[in-house]
């Protein structure tokens, strides 16, 4: 006779941690798809906290340089209504971008105030430097629990 015991429950992870395989919010998703990345980027909208893959940080950005070309190109760069969308568009990622680009520098063993560089001309480049690295042991230490 055939042995009919149900099979095992799947594994269970701690709540809110997601399904099975998935990397928790709290943690860097390393490879992260540009439909990952950018819906991340969208529900850590203001978490200043942990950590930020290359992937999670590059991805968004891509996304948001393509929505305000494309606002441009459809509305005209010039119009008033194209001014208007982009500048509400603008403000709108304004925060989960400071809040990823934290979590990135994070990543890079560095602290998110390094971000004040925005307010130079060559900071500017010396952020995206900083984005461009690599992850550091040392951004252990921002890791979210």
């Known amino acids: 006779m055939a042995d ?11 709540y809110g941690a997601g399904p099975v395989g998935e990397v928790p919010l709290s943690q860097p ?3 992260a798809s540009p439909r990952d990345a950018i819906a991340r980027f969208f529900k850590k909208y203001a978490s200043f906290e942990g950590r ?3 992937s999670e940080f590059w991805w968004p950005w891509l996304f948001a340089v393509i929505v305000n070309m494309a606002i441009n190109v459809i509305l005209g760069a010039d119009s008033t209504a194209g001014s208007i969308i982009g500048g509400i568009f603008a403000l709108a990622i304004l925060v989960p971008q400071l ?3 934290a979590r990135r520098l994070h990543d890079t063993g560095r602290s998110g105030w390094w971000q004040l560089l925005y307010l130079t001309c060559v900071g500017v480049i010396v952020l995206i430097v900083f984005w461009a690295m690599q992850e550091k ?3 252990d230490k921002y890791n979210v629990a």
Do not use: D, I, K, N
């Open 4 to 14: 009919h015991t149900p099979p095992p429950p799947p594994p269970q992870q701690p």
């Open 137 to 139: 042991p040392e951004g």
């Open 99 to 101: 809040s990823v680009g």
């Open 29 to 31: 998703l390393r490879g």
């Open 52 to 54: 930020a893959s290359r």
